[in-house]
């Protein structure tokens, strides 16, 4: 609230409003190394909007990445399990290219759109999730998401501070390591190692999808569909499916054995390591 001038407070106009979304949210960034400005960029929309935590996703295409940054474990688990579904309002948000915002994941229709996230969702505590691309001239390079485990639509002025939000998020991360007046083609430059170092905690899957290409002979998408089979039908995440993969204590087999905690036995062998082949 602002001061009129005339004894009473006034509501702040857009125009100011918007500064001090934008001045926060840069302000977050100063002084911080690129490794710690992921996680206060998303501590600070928390702190800007009525929700319970944020995260930002990377997006290839029309295809989720990896997680960049989360603001809360919750908020992690929830960015891996949509990475690990490959479903769910982030990956909506990336293939239409605009803001997806699910108000009550306990029912229709938003636990109908991705029943399967929203009953994981749910598991974890959360209530509601919204999905904000993150782009310019209409290419979405990732999204912003903000869950709370409360129900409930955002407001209209809540919805427009999370657009704003967004925006900025949007800006900080295309100047990240370029710096705030640095010329287009720095900027450039440190969006591609922004997205390199992002990738870092995900390469694993990317390793263990090659792997898996070449035992079972599958295209790269059949083969992360196969890793993400897995993993649902344990209770786990893709990534550590990729461990173990790498590791050598999991092996996948048939398209038809993949779904029981028996075919992963057979897959590593009797012992649960797979033997020499």
């Known amino acids: ?59 290839s295409g029309r295809t989720v990445r990896a997680t960049w940054c989360a603001s809360d474990s919750t908020a992690a688990r929830l960015a ?35 029943p399967v996230f929203a009953h994981e969702a749910v ?15 209409g290419a979405t390079i990732g999204t912003l998401d903000l869950y709370r485990h ?22 900080a991360l295309m100047n990240l390591h370029a710096g705030y007046e640095a010329d287009e083609r720095a900027a450039e430059e440190g969006v591609a190692s922004w997205m390199e170092a992002s990738e870092a905690d995900h390469s694993e899957v990317y390793q263990a999808v090659g792997m898996v290409m070449v035992q079972l002979n599958l295209g790269a998408e059949q083969a992360l569909d196969r890793m993400r089979a897995r993993a649902f039908a344990q209770g786990r995440t893709v990534t550590e499916v990729a461990h173990d993969i790498l590791v050598r204590t999991l092996r996948l087999g048939s398209e038809t054995d993949y779904g029981s ?17």
């Open 123 to 137: 598991e974890l505590g959360v209530r509601a999730v919204f999905s904000l691309p993150l782009g310019l001239g």
């Open 80 to 114: 891996e399990a949509q990475y690990t579904l490959g479903d769910g309002p982030c990956q909506s948000a990336i293939e239409r290219a605009a803001a997806v915002l699910a108000a009550d994941l306990t029912k229709a229709p938003d636990a109908g759109r991705w």
């Open 150 to 171: 409360t129900p409930g639509a955002l407001s209209s002025r809540d919805l427009r501070i999370a657009l704003w939000a967004r925006d900025a998020v949007t800006f």
């Open 1 to 59: 609230m602002s001061f009129d001038g005339t004894g009473g407070d006034r509501e702040p106009s857009e125009t100011e409003e918007r500064a001090r979304v934008t001045e926060t949210l840069t302000a977050a960034a100063k002084g911080l190394s690129p490794d710690e400005i992921p996680q206060a960029l998303c501590r600070v929309c928390v702190e800007l909007l009525p929700v319970t935590g944020a995260s930002v996703s990377i997006a």
């Open 261 to 277: 905690e028996d075919a992963g036995r057979r897959d590593a062998g009797d012992d649960g390591r797979e033997g020499d082949r």
